[in-house]
């Protein structure tokens, strides 16, 4: 297969995963692309020993979250630049939501529930996204993150009670 036969399939499954991490169109684009040019250089050693689309997957996720790393680590530069300048406490908000199709009266509250998502630790968070927001069996986004079916379940498991907790904890903080 052909990398533009690959992108005319797959553009809008690596994009939707990039915007379920970065919550954002333009860093959703961002990422599709750099998982494109990936899929372009690994193609030639692409050994057919999972099916392609769990490969794509995996590469989206893994770009999506280092995509996240490097913003993190650039916010915490600034911020410690920042504040070595000026005393000032730097307060992070919510996240630049933007999906596509999403109403205007669930715009808010599905930043809320973003923003408390993205607390999750990456394996959590994950595991979230692909079965509960992507809609995905759990045996396939097992494959994708190389877990059995017991421990794509824990995980899940895990991820919604900290996310409850989290929830709970940030309408507390409004208050």
């Not at 052909?2 to 990039?18: D, Q, R």
């Not at 933007?98 to 009266?105: I, K, M, S, Y």
């Not at 899940?156 to 989290?166: P, S, T």
């Amino acid at each position: 297969m052909t990398l533009a036969e690959l992108y005319h399939f797959y553009s809008a499954l690596v994009y939707n995963v990039a915007l379920q991490y970065t919550q954002n169109k333009q860093d959703a684009e961002e990422v599709t692309q750099d998982v494109f040019v990936q899929v372009n250089e690994k193609m030639a050693g692409f050994r057919n020993e999972a099916d392609i689309k769990t490969w794509i997957y995996r590469i989206s996720i893994n770009k999506s979250l280092d995509f996240l790393r490097a913003r993190k680590a650039l916010k915490r530069w600034s911020i410690l630049s920042a504040s070595s300048i000026d005393d000032t406490k730097v307060v992070p908000g919510f996240s630049d939501f933007n999906h596509p199709g999403v109403q205007l009266e669930q715009k808010e509250a599905l930043a809320f529930l973003f923003a408390c998502i993205n607390q999750l630790n990456e394996r959590q968070k994950t595991a979230l996204i692909l079965v509960r927001v992507e809609g995905m069996e759990m045996e396939e986004a097992a494959k994708i993150m190389e877990l059995s079916y017991k421990g794509i379940e824990s995980l899940l498991g895990r991820a919604k009670q900290n996310l409850k907790l989290i929830m709970a904890k940030s309408k507390e903080n409004e208050r």
